[in-house]
């Protein structure tokens, strides 16, 4: 897809299923080329970040944001993504999740860490994030953050082509790894639920919860929604049952032949 579909995809799916905030498409990047405009955390705020917040900025600032070593401060996500000098990822994290009480050993906490998909030191040296309507690049994952309702469409839309469930894969923490990288290690979509840090650093809501693709199957999601469930009415905001005859408290319903309603 070029640059215009990306935007004629974002804003139907925007609109069919009235998300609050852009898709954000994301590309791994094998070195720190990356395109004008583009807003590196360290550079242009002179700050550090976490990887969900430079997320946030994409999906509701619609800024396009690059991250380096430099600019993320979250040490989980450095970690996972290959952003530090651990030779031993899993291990680094199991460390982590029992220092702070997430895991009852470093041991539990390590092999939890075996099973989040991660990067090895340097494998890719930046990531960059856009809202997918403005996105200059061909994106290795999009993710869609709503509501458990809106997201729903989004899994009729895959199982309707796919022939397969919707994978979810939920620790809590670390989640980054699983709405971002996880898509693109895996070539399937995930739902995940955003962790804690998410919710701390990145303001995402108590309703949220994100569906992301691999960026290659975007034409056929957007093909897919269309067609799913349309013969039974499917759609966003599910719309709800009324041919039917309340019932009311028999306090009412004495009053209501008292009055000559009923």
Known sequence: MNGQ???EASDFIRNNLRLKTFPVAVKFLKDKTFPE???QPSVVMGKRVAICQAVTMARI???TVGLTKEDVICVPAAIAFGFS?????AASLGKLFCSGSYSKTEEVGQAEATTIQRLEKDEYEAILLA???RAAFEPDTIAFYGNPAQL??????WTYGQGKRVQGHFGGKVECTEYLLAPFKTQ???IAIPGTGDRVFSMTQDDEIVLSIPGKFLAELVQALQEAGKKVGASYPVPVFLNFQPEFPKQFKELGKELGIL
Do not use: E
């Open 5 to 7: 579909n990306y935007a």
């Open 61 to 63: 600032y619609g800024w």
């Open 131 to 133: 809202p997918l309507q």
């Open 37 to 39: 405009k583009t807003r």
């Open 188 to 190: 399937t979509a995930r």
């Open 152 to 157: 729903m469409r989004l899994v009729h839309a």
């Open 85 to 89: 000098t651990s030779t031993d990822s």
